[in-house]
Each structure stands twice: as C-alpha cells, then as structure tokens.
Nanobody, 124 residues
C-alpha cells in the first residue's frame, strides 16, 4: 500500500505559476513510478506528466510540454509538478498517482494508488 497526498493547488491568473507537491508514504517510494493527472468538470481524467522511479525518464502531455516540469526526490518521498505560464484550460482537479514498476505511463489504468486531488483554478 502507498498513500499519496497532494498539496499546492489554488487560484492563479493566466500566465502565473503554481507548484504542486505530492507526499507518499507506505512502501518504498523508489519502487514506484509517479504520475500527475487532471480532471476538469464534465471531462474525463487526462494524463499530465509522469516520471520513472529514478527520475531519469519523464513523459508529458503535449498540452503541457514546455510549461510543466515533473520532478521527484526519493530521499524525501515527494514528487512535484512545477506549472508555469498557466492557462485557463489548465483549470482542473490535479491528482497524483503511483504505479508499481520503474516506468511511468500515460494511461491511468497503470496506476495503483491515487490521492484525493487538489484544485487548480486559472483565471483569465
């Protein structure tokens, strides 16, 4: 079992930045790839970014590439999502998730453990 808790969401103007954090506890953090997903009202949950167990491999959705950066600190059992140049279409609940195995995935079905989510609202 792995527990993940997100923090750092909030309200920001378009063009601004936010940094989301995810704290994991339970089994050895470095055994898991980590991912961020988001879900806007009336829409399906969508992939945002993922990072391998070592941090050496990252994946991004095309919609956030060049604006968002995922990183992890295995010593602190945390993963972060730095979001820059935010747009109103980035408004969503953001979820952190853990996937057994070394490499992340764009598919939500690959992830075993999920947090409760944190709201990000970008005003125009």
């Amino acid at each position: 079992q792995v527990q993940v808790v997100e923090s750092g969401g909030g309200l920001v103007q378009a063009g601004g930045s936010l940094r989301l954090s995810c704290a994991a506890s339970g089994r050895r953090f470095s055994d898991y790839a980590m991912g961020w997903f988001r879900q806007a009202p009336g829409k399906e949950r969508e992939f945002v970014a993922a990072i391998s167990w070592s941090g050496g491999l990252t994946l991004y959705a095309d919609s956030v590439k060049g604006r968002f950066t995922i990183s992890r600190d295995n010593a602190k059992n945390t993963v972060a999502l730095q979001m820059n140049n935010l747009k109103p279409e980035d408004t969503a609940v953001y979820y952190c998730a853990a996937a057994s195995g070394m490499y992340g995935s764009r598919s939500h079905t690959a992830y075993d453990y999920w947090g409760q989510g944190t709201q990000v609202t970008v005003s125009s």
